[in-house]
Nanobody
Framework: QVQLVESGGGLVQAGGSLRLSCTAS????????MGWFRQAPGKEREFVAA????????DYGDAVKGRFTVSRDNAQGKISLQMYTLKPEDTAVYHC????????????????????WGQGTQVTVSS
């Protein structure tokens, strides 16, 4: 079992920045592929970013490419999502997700690929 706890959400003006963190416990973190997803009211869950357990492979959703950066610290059991140039359309609840994998370099971009989910943290971007 893996427990995921997100933090760092809040209210920010358009053009601003925020940094989200997700701390994992319960399993060997270095064997977990991780991802970030978001869900706005009335919309489907959307892929934001994914990182392999080695940290060597990363992928981003089209809506955030060039503005968001995902990273991980296996020693601390944590991943982060640095968000720049935020837009009102980035407003959503952001969830981190995890799954065990034998592949150090694989990233997973579909929410159905993930087994463990955090409760989420609200990000609100005002115009």
């Amino acid at each position: 079992q893996v427990q995921l706890v997100e933090s760092g959400g809040g209210l920010v003006q358009a053009g601003g920045s925020l940094r989200l963190s997700c701390t994992a416990s319960g399993r060997t973190f270095s064997r977990l592929a991780m991802g970030w997803f978001r869900q706005a009211p009335g919309k489907e869950r959307e892929f934001v970013a994914a990182i392999s357990w080695s940290g060597g492979n990363i992928d981003y959703g089209d809506a955030v490419k060039g503005r968001f950066t995902v990273s991980r610290d296996n020693a601390q059991g944590k991943i982060s999502l640095q968000m720049y140039t935020l837009k009102p359309e980035d407003t959503a609840v952001y969830h981190c997700a995890a799954r065990q994998t034998q592949s150090s370099g694989r990233v997973y971009t579909a929410d159905g690929d993930y087994v463990y989910w955090g409760q989420g943290t609200q990000v609100t971007v005002s115009s």
